[in-house]
């Protein structure tokens, strides 16, 4: 079945770029997906890719999707402390759209 | 802008009790899904819903799980007979589109 794998930590400086990695198990994943959670809050979405493109980007966040190696990566420009926070990734069950697998989440902390 | 809501925030129940943990889905989504994270794990899918009926559930939604859109806003799910490796949090979300899931900020269930 569909497995999805992220690391567990990242740390940055204030200002620099991050770069959270993913990687998933089920290459007839359509939708590749991002969420974000912060402290106490729920998971909120942050950006998602189709798998017939290789990257997206919606402002400070660019999303790189290489479907032969099945890995997705999130880039966050400029990060602020404002973005730490765990950042999941998740794909859908054998190509649908109801079950998300998602991963273990990233831990990103931004010092200054 | 528009948000799932999930009522209560936090609930403490004794095993073996029936809860019911409460969704407002945003209104004019059609698709609806429970999710819940044990502490420490993986988000989990437990089931969908569409046209008021269960579209898919996994392996942990068993005959203890039920769901029921009783309303044109609520989405509800039933525990009937708590057990303590149920507490857990428990994410509501919706989609319009299938694609875009937009979830709750979570309902904790403690199981005492």
């Known amino acids: 079945g569909e497995d999805v794998e992220q690391s567990l930590f990242l740390s940055v400086r204030e200002g620099d770029s991050s770069v959270i990695n993913c990687t998933y198990t089920?290459?007839?994943?359509?939708?590749l997906y991002w969420y974000k959670q912060e402290p106490g809050a729920g998971l909120q979405l942050l950006t998602y890719?189709?798998?017939?493109?290789d990257m997206k980007q919606d402002q400070r966040l660019t999303v790189l999707l290489n479907k032969k190696d099945k890995h997705l990566s999130l880039r966050i420009a400029d990060t602020q402390t404002g973005d730490s926070a765990i950042y999941f990734c998740?794909?859908?069950?054998?190509?649908?759209?109801?079950?998300?697998?998602f991963g273990a989440g990233t831990r990103l902390a931004v010092h200054p | 802008e528009p948000e799932v809501t999930q009522t209560p925030s936090h609930q403490v129940t004794q095993m073996g009790q029936e809860v019911i943990l409460r969704c407002v889905p945003i209104?004019?989504?059609?698709?609806f899904y429970w999710y819940r994270q044990i502490l420490g794990q993986k988000v989990e899918f437990l089931v969908s819903?569409?046209?008021?009926?269960?579209?898919?559930k996994s392996e942990i939604f068993d005959d203890q799980f039920s769901v029921e859109r009783p309303d044109g806003s609520n989405f509800t799910l039933k525990i009937r007979s708590t057990k303590l490796e149920d507490s857990a949090m428990y994410f509501c979300?919706?989609?319009?589109?299938?694609?875009?899931?937009?979830f709750g900020p979570g309902t904790r269930l403690t199981v005492t």
């Open positions: 998740a794909a859908p069950f054998s190509g649908g759209y109801n079950k998300l697998i």
């Open positions: 890719i189709f798998s017939n493109m």
């Open positions: 819903f569409y046209n008021n009926e269960i579209s898919e």
């Open positions: 209104s004019n989504h059609l698709y």
């Open positions: 979300a919706s989609s319009g589109d299938r694609y875009e899931q937009y």
């Open positions: 089920d290459s007839s994943s359509t939708y």
